[in-house]
């Protein structure tokens, strides 16, 4: 396995767990243990950013091209609509 897939593979990883743990900590009743969870989440957040910048760096990971002023004005748009349920 090389470089490359190894981190890419570390940061799928790392990602699913941040996903894991925005589902779990919202449903923690238990102060102590929401808390671990937050303390554990923020470790893998920057686990995440070093692993992020690490693929940036050595051009494994391309972001998207910048959405225009108008796309986020639409998308804005869209989320700000009154809900009718």
Not at 43 to 54: G, H, S
Request: with cysteine.
């Amino acid at each position: 396995m090389d470089e490359k897939t190894m981190v890419t593979d570390a940061l799928v990883g790392v990602n699913g767990e941040l996903k894991m743990f925005g589902d779990m900590i919202p449903q923690t009743e238990n102060p102590q243990l929401k808390q671990c969870l937050k303390q554990i989440r923020n470790e893998c957040e920057t686990a995440q950013e070093k692993l992020y910048q690490t693929a940036r760096e050595k051009h494994y990971y391309v972001p998207a091209q910048k959405a225009s002023q108008m796309e986020i004005d639409h998308v804005k748009s869209i989320l700000t609509q009154p809900k009718m349920f």
